[in-house]
């Protein structure tokens, strides 16, 4: 699976932005997408993730109520909407996948990963 995530740039705190992160090549239809994301210096932290089949997201408590995940089945691509951005949602954004449909919040757990998306967010 080749992932490629986009939509990331500065934005002043209390904007908001789209990523969105587009799947190729051999997908699995009955996993889960997630979004990560890593500041400098610190380690790579879970923010978001949903199934490809069926709803109920899951998010970290940083970004629950601000944030929201998404997916276009027919595009094979994941969307996170990101409201109220505070400038400690500065980070590079990444997109990655599971074959396994359960939502975990461990990197380990996934299985492919896209090249990450600069999010900058000024206050």
């Known amino acids: 699976v080749q992932l490629q995530a986009s939509g990331g740039g500065l934005v002043q705190a209390g904007g908001s932005l789209t990523l969105s992160c587009a799947a190729s090549?051999?997908?699995?239809?009955?996993?889960?997408v997630g979004w990560f994301r890593q500041a400098p210096g610190k380690e790579r932290q879970f923010v978001a993730a949903i199934r490809w089949i069926g709803d109920s997201p899951r998010y970290s408590d940083s970004v629950k109520g601000r944030f929201t995940i998404s997916k276009d089945n027919a595009k094979k691509t994941a969307y996170l909407q990101m409201n109220s951005l505070e400038p400690e949602d500065t980070a590079v954004y990444y997109c990655a996948t599971r074959s396994r449909p359960v939502l975990t919040a461990s990197p380990n757990e996934y299985d492919s990963w896209g090249r990450g998306t600069l999010v900058t967010v000024s206050s």
């Open positions: 090549g051999r997908t699995f239809s009955s996993g889960a």
